[in-house]
């Protein structure tokens, strides 16, 4: 897995897994996906301090995962499809974002559970219209999940005006990525918007990249 | 009571509530405010077919209004506090927005039934904040509770834009007001910071308005 962005798009995750990887092929120890994902999340652990491993799982098993803290990471089956990644060029530390969400949680705890509940609601239904290969319905859960995430605190003005600017240019759906305040935010782009989204972005001051869905850690050539 | 907003804030609920006290004191039937309201409700039902009376509570009865459709209103103690509001200058009719959200609630019903149950608990717990006069709590519950609002798909650019200008300014919170696309926001005010926060929301495209709550029917004079 290559990394080009600079800042806060998994890409801490990819080269912890892209180095287990090469270590890997290597020392030609021969250990499968799920032990470098068990590795990665080690790692993080070891130096963060912190991190679900949402973004190790990602590197190493690549197109759509179905991730649930503590359980072995699922591969979603999907048709691809065009998705626009907006940077706010912010680089928000992810430390400081979730304790201020746990000051706000501890003080409405029966909220900020019930918020919680309605994303992994809207997570389960997503991975059906990912069966379903229903962008349509995917888009707008991607726009309610960004809802929930506002009420978390974790949006910026930023972020906005990068999300309306994708929906504006007609993108299905857009939200936040990540710990929110900054980094990125991804958009869903209907068939063939994909550049109109991307230029909408760059307008609304964001630096943007069209993407598609690739699969995990993979070994690109060894000399 | 008085309008000076052109727009969308409650202004045709706050005329049928005049024009009834006005009558009222005309013809000398001497009704109560629970019957203006009343008939407040049938009117704005007749003209405009929907309405859930909120904005005839709040014109009869002035202040802080505990509201649920159905019951009579009830007066809500409270320590005068400044607000904002910031018009976006866009004027939203509230029939179709309030349909959109019709047809994501009957696709997604489980979610928004889980958001109205929220944003009544925001509610409960704002009246506490209201008897402890705890404006930040307040601040932080408006945050919250538009947030909800958002996962409803009822903010815009526009309103975020205001939204967050008047956080950045000093608000304590601020969320839009009413059926929302556009219409307008209301930040609530940190002491001494509503010049800031209108100054802010000014420079943001908006038209601020700094407000205190006011009592509600009331006549001036009769010649």
């Not at 897994?17 to 270590?23: D, F, H, K, N």
């Not at 089956?77 to 706010?88: M, R, S």
């Not at 912010?90 to 003080?107: G, L, N, T, W």
């Amino acid at each position: 897995t290559k990394s080009e962005m600079k800042q806060g798009f998994g890409s801490s995750g990819a080269v912890v897994v892209a180095t287990l990887g090469a270590l890997n092929e290597f020392f030609q120890t021969g250990i499968n996906k799920e032990k470098i994902y068990n590795l990665g999340c080690k790692t993080i652990w070891e130096v963060q301090g912190y991190g679900s491993g949402i973004d190790i799982a990602a590197a190493t098993y690549g197109g759509i995962v179905k991730f649930l803290k503590g359980e072995i990471p699922e591969k979603v089956e999907f048709k691809d499809f065009p998705i626009v990644v907006g940077n706010t060029g912010f680089k928000a530390k992810s430390k400081p974002i979730i304790e201020s969400v746990q000051v706000f949680e501890k003080k409405y705890p029966e909220v900020f559970e019930s918020i919680y509940d309605n994303i992994g609601q809207l997570t389960k239904r997503a991975l059906q219209a990912f069966k379903e290969n229903d962008l349509e319905t995917l888009g707008e859960l991607m726009n309610i999940n960004h809802g929930f995430l506002y009420a978390l605190g974790v949006s910026s003005e930023i972020l906005e005006k990068l999300v309306f600017a994708s929906r504006k240019a007609g993108a299905l759906g857009a939200k936040l990525s990540g710990a929110g305040i900054g980094d990125n935010m991804i958009a869903l782009a209907s068939p063939g918007s994909e550049k109109k989204i991307a230029e909408a972005i760059r307008e609304a001051g964001g630096e943007p990249t069209v993407a598609r869905i690739d699969e995990g850690l993979k070994i690109e050539e060894v000399k």
